[in-house]
Each structure stands twice: as structure tokens, then as C-alpha cells.
């Protein structure tokens, strides 16, 4: 059961933090409880937010179940007639003061993403201004919600579209990006006049909590943004409540492949919208053509960025007979000269920890079931004496498509590299798995170039880049990476139900 808290004292009522993270984090935006139709309520039980870096608590939130989650419904839905009403410059305006809030917030925000999620403070300065910049975007977006007009064959009629809220919608978030992967889908959702109840991943709640805290000083209407932290004992409970309950009308997911198939099933019984964001494998191929010295930065930045744990990270490299062992050996000496591992608040480090010790396991099996194979270690390739959860900057080579490696998803530092001779060859490899998010590739051939753009079975692709997501631009993926795309102009259609209405007898 729960109870409501006043607004002050939250922390005194509910906090326990160790020393060490007190003196890191910003005490003004640090939140323990669940925070529902306006107000910050209390568990009776909580579960323990760690810091991956050293495995220290840093905080102990509230654990929400079954109760706190329908009351979090009710509030999203007592909101929501109220919500979609309101005109839409006045909901862009609310969700411009939240964008300034986290800008006049950034370091502070940021420091709360390294301590619960490990990735250095510059990188987790990079993800709030990303992050930011979708309530920016979605502010604007609001005012630009079009229906049409349709000419039909009969006189005395005439064809309208509306676009309309879809309504409630259960939003659940995983920990690799603790801030964007919410505000990618409440901005979109909040723009198009819909409410939310969002359930963050276990490991990362202090940034939903925190976003919570300035959508209140923002004036965002009670219940409209409502979040709800919980273990990850008490996930399936409440997801289940989260993607079954009739008052949901949409529910918007962001993580593994399983876990969405599952999210899949609930939803099919009471037939709600769907947006899935899931797993992926991303290629990375490098054709003789490439310029190698750009393809070696663009590797870098594409495998390496929050430890390898992003959902469009390469997972494997594919080069070509004629420039492959140049490029593993530019590529080795970068790995080298750039990549530091440590703890993400000490200055110059680029590789935190991964986010659990489970991580550091999958990727120790990755290296190890390719290395049996056959695979050449050329940097890195065991846990690094940092701390439990930190693995080294790995490259292999001699790598094929049978490995593990070159099938699954790692998430994690491991660059494995396959040769290849022909571009149908490298296709053949990149396509042969069943999900398709993110793929890159360098060449300096035109007619390749479009080939291969056209060819990738994924949702996007970046030529000569490394780097390519925008708050501008649509992301999403196709096969078993999920369903709708989110940001760009396309990601609020997600959020509006199209209504035809037939006006007749004129
Ligand atoms: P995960 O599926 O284990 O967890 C994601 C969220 O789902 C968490 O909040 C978790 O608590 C919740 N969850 C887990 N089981 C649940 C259940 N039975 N019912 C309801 N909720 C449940 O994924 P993860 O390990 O946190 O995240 C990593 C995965 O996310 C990777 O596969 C990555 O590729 C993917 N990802 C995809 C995108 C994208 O945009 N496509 C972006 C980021 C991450």
C-alpha cells in the first residue's frame, strides 16, 4: 500500500543514500517515490538503486506494485479528458518550460545518469541534451496536428479527417538511456494530448523521478506524466497490469526483443496501439572503396558510445578482403590511444561499467565462444581489473558468422570482425539475422552506395557516419526490432487516432 507524501521533505522521509553518492549527487532532483497525479507517493516496500561503477546503494526507491500502478491509471485517466482539451499551443508552451527546466538542469541531470547507469559525464552531458531536445521538438510538433479535407464523388457531402488523442498510454523504458528513452515518447505523447504512466527500468528510476520533479515545477497538469518505479520482481506484475488494463489504450515499449514479444501478447486482448522499440544487430561494413581512416572513426564512435549498451551500437564488422588488415590495425591503435576505462565522474574516461555483472558475463561469453572458434584476440578480451562490472575494449579477428558474436546481440565492447570478398557476400551476412534496427556501412562508390542503402534489411542506415540519431530524423527498426518510429515528424502519429467524419446534407 502507499501514501501521499507532502511535497517538501521527500528525501528525509524516504532516502537512504550512501556517503559517497551524497556528496555526487544534486539532492534538489533526487526523488525515492513513485509520483502519481501530481504527488509524490510512498511504498511500502522499495528496492535498491545501485551505482554499477562500484556497486554501492545509491538510494532506496519505491517498489510499486499492482495497487500503485491502477491508481497511477486512474490518475492518467482522470487527466486525460481534461489534458486533450487543452488547446495546443497551451500544451506546447507546458512542454517548452519542462525543456528549459532540464537545460537549466543539464549537469545536474547528468550526474544522476552516471551514478545509476555508469556512462561518463560528458557522454550523459550528450544523452540530456538529446533527451531535451525532444520535449523542444514535440513543443513544436503540438501546434502541427493536421486533419485534411477529402473531396468525395457526391454533392451534398464533404470528407473530414481528425486526428485525435489515442488516449492513455503505458510507457515502459530500459536503463541504457535513462532519460531519452522517456521524453522520445512522452514529448511525442504529451504533444499529441494524450496521458501517461511511465514504469523506467529497474536499474535507472532516479532519472524518470527527476524528469517527474521538473515536469511539476513546469506545470504540467496533475496525472497527466505519472511514474511508477518498481523492482524487477515486480515488472511482470505490473507490466502486465500496465498492457492489459482497458483504461490503457496504447502502450509504447522500449528494450529487449523478448521482453516486447511479451508486452505483444498482453496487448492482444483488448486489441491497443503498439510502438516497439527493440533489439538490434547493427552491421558495420567497410568496402575496399572506404576512406579508412574515416571508417575507423566512425567504428569507434558507433561500437563504442555507452560501453557498446546502445540498441544501435555495431555489433558486428564486416570488411573487405582488400582493406581488412589495415582497418584492424588502424583500428586496434585507436582502440588503444582513445578508449579509457573507469569510472564514468573520473575525468578522461570514455568506457564506464557495464550496467550489471550479468552484462559482463554475456560479453565474456561472446569472446570466449569465439575465441574457441578460432578468433584472434588483437585488444582487450577478459573483465578489466577496474571493477566487477568492467569489461575491456575487445577486438577480435578471424571471426565468422557461425560465432555467437555474429548472431546476437552483445551490448557491450566486443568488435568482432568478419572478411569478406563480395558485396553479395557481406549483404547475405548483414540480412541473416532476424531483427534489423540500425546497420552502417563506408564505400566510396555511388552506385554502391545505393545498393547497399536500399539492400540492409534495417530502419536506418548511416553511409560514411557512425553517428545517426536525431531528434529530427525517424528512429525504429523493422523485422524483430519492433514496430512505429519515434521522433521526427513521424513519431507523434504514434500518439493520434485518425477519425473520418462524413458530413452530409448540404
Ligand atoms: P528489458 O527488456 O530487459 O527491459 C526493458 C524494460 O522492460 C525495463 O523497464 C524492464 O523492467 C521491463 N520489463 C522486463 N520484463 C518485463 C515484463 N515481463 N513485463 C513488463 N515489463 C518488463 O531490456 P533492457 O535490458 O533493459 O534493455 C536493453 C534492450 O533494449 C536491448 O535489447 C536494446 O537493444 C533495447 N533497446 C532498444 C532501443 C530501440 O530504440 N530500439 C533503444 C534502447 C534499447
Redesign the pocket.
Given at each position: 500500500m502507499f501514501s501521499r507524501l507532502p511535497f517538501s521533505g521527500i528525501l528525509s522521509l524516504s532516502c537512504r543514500m550512501s556517503s559517497t553518492s551524497a556528496s555526487v549527487l544534486p539532492t534538489s532532483l533526487l526523488r525515492s517515490t513513485a509520483y502519481v497525479g501530481g504527488s509524490w507517493i510512498r511504498s511500502s516496500d522499495t528496492f535498491p538503486v545501485l551505482d554499477p561503477a562500484t556497486g554501492t546503494e545509491l538510494l532506496q526507491v519505491a517498489d510499486c506494485g499492482p495497487s500503485e500502478c491502477r491508481e497511477a491509471l486512474k490518475a492518467a485517466s482522470g487527466a486525460f479528458q481534461a489534458w486533450k482539451e487543452v488547446p495546443s499551443k497551451e500544451r506546447s508552451n507546458l512542454l517548452r518550460k519542462w525543456y528549459d527546466l532540464m537545460i537549466q538542469n543539464k549537469e545536474d541531470l547528468a550526474k544522476i545518469i552516471t551514478a545509476e547507469n555508469g556512462k561518463p559525464t560528458k557522454e550523459a552531458l550528450g544523452e540530456i541534451i538529446y533527451a531535451a531536445g525532444f520535449l523542444e521538438w514535440f513543443s513544436e510538433e503540438a501546434r502541427r496536428i493536421y486533419g485534411d479535407v477529402i473531396s468525395v464523388p457526391l454533392k451534398d457531402r464533404r470528407a473530414l479527417v481528425l486526428k485525435q488523442p489515442v488516449g492513455v498510454t503505458a510507457i515502459?523504458?530500459?536503463?541504457?538511456?535513462p532519460s531519452a528513452?522517456i521524453t522520445r515518447k512522452v514529448g511525442a505523447a504529451l504533444a499529441a494530448g494524450c496521458t501517461v504512466v511511465v514504469?523506467?527500468?529497474?536499474?535507472t528510476p532516479l532519472s524518470a523521478l527527476a524528469l517527474a520533479e521538473l515536469a511539476h515545477q513546469a506545470g504540467i497538469p496533475a496525472g497527466v506524466y505519472n511514474v511508477l518505479p518498481c523492482s524487477?520482481q515486480k515488472?511482470?506484475s505490473?507490466?502486465?497490469i500496465?498492457?492489459t488494463d482497458p483504461s490503457v489504450a496504447k502502450i509504447s515499449?522500449?528494450?529487449?526483443?523478448?521482453?516486447?514479444k511479451?508486452?505483444l501478447r498482453y496487448a492482444a486482448d483488448t486489441v491497443k496501439r503498439v510502438s516497439m522499440?527493440?533489439?538490434?544487430h547493427a552491421p558495420f561494413i567497410v568496402f575496399d572503396s572506404a576512406d579508412v581512416d574515416k571508417a575507423v572513426a566512425g567504428a569507434l564512435a558507433s561500437k563504442f558510445r555507452n560501453s557498446g549498451q546502445?540498441?544501435v551500437c555495431t555489433n558486428k564488422f564486416l570488411v573487405q578482403k582488400g582493406i581488412h588488415d589495415v582497418f584492424v590495425k588502424k583500428l586496434s591503435v585507436m582502440m588503444k590511444k582513445e578508449l579509457r576505462v573507469g569510472n564514468g565522474f573520473e575525468d578522461g574516461v570514455t568506457q564506464g561499467p557495464l550496467i550489471n555483472e550479468k552484462a559482463v558475463e554475456k560479453v565474456e561469453h561472446h569472446v570466449q565462444d569465439a575465441v574457441s572458434q578460432g578468433a584472434n584476440i588483437e585488444v582487450g578480451g577478459k573483465r578489466s581489473g577496474v571493477g566487477k562490472n568492467f569489461f575491456e575494449p575487445t577486438l577480435l579477428s578471424n571471426v565468422t558468422a557461425k560465432m555467437v558474436c555474429a548472431r546476437e546481440?552483445t551490448?557491450g565492447p566486443l568488435a568482432p570482425v568478419i572478411k569478406f570478398d563480395t558485396e553479395e557476400e557481406a549483404l547475405a551476412i548483414a540480412n541473416s539475422v532476424n531483427v534489423g534496427?540500425a546497420g552502417y556501412f563506408y564505400s566510396q562508390d555511388p552506385a554502391q552506395i545505393w545498393r547497399v542503402a536500399e539492400r540492409l534489411e534495417v530502419g536506418m542506415v548511416g553511409v560514411n557516419e557512425g553517428l545517426l540519431s536525431s531528434v529530427e530524423c525517424p528512429?525504429?527498426?523493422v523485422k524483430q526490432?519492433?514496430l512505429g518510429r519515434?521522433g521526427s515528424k513521424y513519431g507523434i502519429d504514434e500518439y493520434l487516432e485518425v477519425k473520418y467524419v462524413c458530413y452530409g446534407g448540404l
Open positions: 515502459i523504458t530500459p536503463w541504457n538511456f528513452m514504469k523506467p527500468a529497474e536499474d524487477r515488472a511482470p505490473v507490466g502486465e500496465l498492457c515499449f522500449t528494450g529487449s526483443t523478448a521482453t516486447g511479451i508486452l522499440e527493440l533489439g538490434g546502445t540498441c546481440e551490448f534496427l528512429f525504429g527498426g526490432s519492433g519515434e
